[in-house]
């Protein structure tokens, strides 16, 4: 295993700028931002289907915009897009945090056109990053970048779930107001801004690359538009079943289990941490079983983990659930950038990465928007549950892939 990560070494700048990237996003969206937003806008007085709402209106943008924001960086180039990234991330959520500063009447607008803005930012960043590194980084290292990537996540994800589970107490305690006030949520949730902007100045030490990374040829790449389709649709099913602990979990532990915003804080952070660990296995795992394999089999325990948190109302089996998802998701994670672009010709990179966004987005849509009524109207467990099923169709969908694949290589 050690081996497989002293190619690492020879990486290069860009590469290991964007690492940096990652880490600081993994600190402000999986970590800060994950613990403490849903919490803020509780506390602003707004319910979990319009929190959900919310959610699902962002990802939508992410959707629609990811095809146009994929035909910016082919045009003008990835690093500029990446740039606009981040850029549209510092603005989006500084309107959001400054929305409650202003006249009552347009707080809820401020929020919404705030949150459009972030999400049409990660529509730059989701289609441009992963062809991006495909460029940039050597062959023989794409596993272990990839692998690194969602290490970053987690890592980082960690730190700033435990920093964001004590900072509102410890800005309650420097004698800001209550926990039971919005505000010691706002200040700390503004450290996401500030993580995006210096992400911003890493991406404008980077240097832009045109150099393709040829890829395997499949009897797939004959026919990229049904490979296509297959793609975005199991992007959607496994991003809306995932989605339902990424888009509610916190909300569920403060209003259904009852937990304290340290302890969630805590959970999300150990969630994050464990994480790391498959992302630093995800070489081995995808060199023992190949990216389509790995996605099957990852999203079947996904979908048993899900079943587990829907059937059995308790804090222990909800974190473990919790935490089975999210280090079952981490290894996932690299198969799917792998197998994404190694599944179509060079040519069809960037075009294959605005369809997984666009899955990606009407997935997590999905999981928030018609989540948040499913919560409202039939509780968190029937929630869990119905995205447990909608993992298994996922491995379903796979194991159709798998069957096709098997058959495609023996008539070759």
Known sequence: MIQD?????????????????????????????????????????????????????????????????????????????????????????????LAELGPAEFQTSAIVIGWALFWLGGAFGG????????????????????????????????LGSWLGGALPGLMAGLGAPPLADPTPYRWALWVTPVAHLISWLILSQSTDSQTEVHGEVTAASVRPLRVLLFWGVLMFLLTSSEGSVRAFFNVYLD???????????????????????????????????????????????????LFIIGSLPFAAAATGGYIGVLVLAAVSTAARSIMSQMI??????????????VGLGL?????????????????FGPYFLISAGIAALAVLLMLGYERKSQAVAVRS
């Open 5 to 97: 990560w002293r190619v690492m070494r020879g990486v290069g700048k860009n590469v290991w700028l964007m690492m940096g990237v990652f880490a600081l996003n993994g600190f402000a969206y999986f970590g800060i931002q994950a613990v403490l937003l849903n919490l803020y806008l509780l506390r602003l007085g707004y319910n979990a289907e319009f929190i959900g709402t919310l959610i699902g209106f962002g990802q939508l943008i992410w959707a629609l915009m990811a095809l146009p924001a994929g035909a910016i960086g082919r045009r003008w180039g990835t690093r500029p897009a990446l740039m606009v990234w981040q850029g549209l991330h510092v603005i989006g959520l500084s309107v959001v945090l």
């Open 127 to 158: 289609v441009n990053s992963t062809p991006y590194l495909m460029r940039v980084a050597p062959p023989e290292a794409r596993n272990q970048v990839f692998a690194t990537q969602v290490a970053m996540f987690s890592g980082m994800g960690f």
């Open 255 to 305: 209003k259904q289990l009852g937990l304290p915003t340290a302890q969630i804080g805590t959970v999300f952070g150990v969630g994050q941490f464990l994480s790391i660990i498959g992302a630093l296995t995800a070489p081995m795992i995808l060199r023992r079983f190949g990216a389509s394999r790995t996605i099957l089999l990852v999203t079947l325990g996904s979908s048993i983990a």
């Open 344 to 357: 179509v010709e060079s040519r069809w990179r960037t075009i294959i990465s605005g369809v997984q966004t």
């Open 363 to 379: 997935g997590w849509a999905s999981a928030a928007s018609i989540g948040g009524r499913i919560v409202t109207q039939f509780g």
